[in-house]
Structures are given as C-alpha cells and as structure tokens.
C-alpha cells in the first residue's frame, strides 16, 4: 500500500487546517482502495513490486494527493456558490472536477498510472503530391 500524509498534501497544495489534516489519512485510504478497485489499476501494486517498477511510487503519491485535494478543494460537493452581503454579490461555478467532491481516477491520472499502449501501424508511408 502506498500513503501518503498531511504534509505531502501541504507541500503538493497549501497548508492545510487542522481539520484537514485529520481527515487526510482516511481520505488517502479510501483514494489507495478505489484505485484498486479501478478495472484499469487492479495490476497496480505487480507494478509498483515489479523489478524495476513499471510505475514509480511518486506518480502513485501524486495521484492520491490529487485525489484527495479535489475532495479538500470543495467539501460538500458544491457546484455553484454564491454569496452576497448589502448591495454586493458574488457567484462562482466550480470546475466539474472538483464539483463531484468524490475521491475519483480522472483519465488522465488513469495514463499516468496505466499508460495507453503505443499505436502504430506498420508499412504506413507517405507519398508526396506533385511532380
């Protein structure tokens, strides 16, 4: 299993609350188990044990920070907030990726982790138009 800690968060983010820091073991857990869970990551922790690794352990911690700053980053799983006070007003849209506030694999860390094989077609050629 990889961990990671509340100070990794921090340094990846921000400093984190004390709050924060309680909740960031647990959130990491659960990131570690739902990526197993992945059909496309079931292979991960061969991976990390192979000799040498077919995925380092720094882009596993980073995925699971990632992970877990998106939770961080919107709590409650708002998708639009507003706030007004008197005569001032103010409304925001939050990015679908951090609206979800769910510990979730997004595509591109599932590359990071599981990288699409390379295509390639063999005998395709070029041929130049004009004389």
Known sequence: MVTITAQDI??????LSPAETAVVPGLAEQAW????????LSD????LDANPPTV????VKSV???MVIRVLKNPESARQISKSHDDWSRSQTLDSSISTGELYVNDRELDLLDPPPEYS?????VIPLGG
């Open 33 to 40: 188990v739902r990526m197993l869970a992945h059909p496309r």
């Open 44 to 47: 991960l922790e061969a991976k």
């Open 64 to 66: 699971i920070a990632s």
């Open 121 to 125: 077609t063999p005998g395709m050629f």
């Open 10 to 15: 921090a340094n990846q983010w921000r400093p």
């Open 56 to 59: 380092s352990v720094a882009t």
